[in-house]
């Protein structure tokens, strides 16, 4: 999964990601749904109106592909695991992104779009508490880009999937 996150980093680092909603665009979960149709997964497995509910709502295909690790006081996140923050006042979604190696238990780095706010696709350092990690989704099985179940998209989203794929493996 390493090479694979250091690809998808090394494609979109410094680039805003539009998967979603055009009409709320570069958000922090357009970032992850794009991790998430890398890994060979379905936008379904994390979709929900707000960044928080990944973690506080998932679904039956949320379990059937990652495996939900609360945080805990000795923690540290591990490459590629999605991690998922708490609404705080002033946030009510929350926020979310892509946790990379190297973390201790006071900080983590984390390839995150919009945060700050109005910010493109770039490694950022986290600490647990502000916002609060709720915990990250760990995929289980890695798939490959060809067996994303398409029956599960929109056929807008189907051409930006099309778009963003061709976009991340250009250059490989």
């Not at 926020?95 to 919009?114: D, M, R, Y």
């Amino acid at each position: 999964m390493k090479n694979k996150l250091e690809q998808f980093i090394d494609n979109v680092n410094n680039q805003f990601i539009e998967v979603s909603d055009k009409t709320n665009i570069y958000q922090c979960l357009d970032l992850v749904y794009c991790w998430v149709f890398v890994l060979g997964l379905p936008k379904s497995t994390i979709q929900h109106l707000y960044a928080y509910e990944v973690f506080t709502k998932p679904n039956a295909e949320t379990k059937k592909h990652f495996d939900l690790i609360p945080n805990t006081s000795d923690f540290i996140p591990q490459d590629g695991d999605i991690a998922v923050f708490n609404k705080t006042p002033g946030n009510i979604a929350g926020h979310i992104g892509i946790a990379l190696s190297g973390g201790t238990v006071n900080t983590f780095k984390v390839f995150e779009q919009n945060r700050p706010l109005g910010t493109n696709a770039h490694i950022g350092t986290s600490n647990y508490t502000n916002p609060p990690l709720l915990g990250v989704l760990r995929p289980k099985n890695q798939g490959t880009p060809e067996n994303v179940d398409i029956t599960t998209l929109n056929i807008n989203e189907l051409d930006q999937l099309k778009q963003e794929i061709d976009r991340i493996y250009s250059n490989l």
